[in-house]
């Protein structure tokens, strides 16, 4: 009897948790195009002509509400009014097609543009941190004095000024690091 007792609280508790989801309307094209204005107009007025000459022709035998001439130029309203709502759903509905091509596209560009960024990033990195080895391993090294630090240390090193076109002077720094 406690078999069936659980089934029952465990039907009561799955039941309780479906009512919890709240499902929201996915619109589709369709009927996001079927909203606007001229489309329902066209196929409201393709519906109601139709409806009208169906209706006349199967209740109205013996005497008909429209002769003659209204029946082919009531049909020719109706085709055009028709004909305006399939023209409208047709080009609204390749308009959002070609909007969600576009935002594919452009997701598509992100995503590749982000890759390459985090591509060079790594590639910067890695540079970075083999240029760092290379100092590291290199204790004995010559740094590149430029014009100013050349000016400087020019008594020194037996020169007056710096001439036109001479180069900077390759020294070895101290173990201090210090330069004087």
């Known amino acids: ?3 069936i007792l659980d089934f029952r609280e465990l039907r009561d508790k799955v039941l309780a948790g479906e009512g919890d989801e709240e499902l929201e309307p996915v619109e589709t094209p369709m009927s996001s195009e079927l909203k606007s204005k001229g489309t329902l107009i066209g196929l409201s007025a393709a519906a109601a002509i139709f409806g009208g000459l169906v209706f006349d022709k199967v209740t109205n035998k013996d005497m008909p509400m429209f002769t003659g001439a209204w029946i082919p130029g009531l049909m020719a309203v109706g085709g055009v009014a028709l004909g305006y709502a399939v023209g409208g759903l047709n080009r609204g509905m390749e308009a959002q097609t070609e909007k969600d091509r576009y935002e594919r596209l452009l997701d598509d560009s992100q995503t590749i543009i982000e890759e390459q960024q985090e591509e060079m990033e790594s590639m910067e990195a890695e540079a970075e941190e ?9 204790d004995y090294q010559y740094d590149y004095l430029n014009a100013e630090d050349s000016f400087f240390h020019g008594p020194s090193l037996g020169m007056g000024v710096s001439a036109f076109g001479q180069e900077g002077v390759l020294y070895r720094p101290k173990a201090s690091d210090q330069l004087w």
């Not at 083999?130 to 290199?138: P, Y």
């Open 1 to 3: 009897m406690s078999a």
């Open 130 to 138: 083999e240029k760092e080895a290379e100092e590291s391993q290199n």
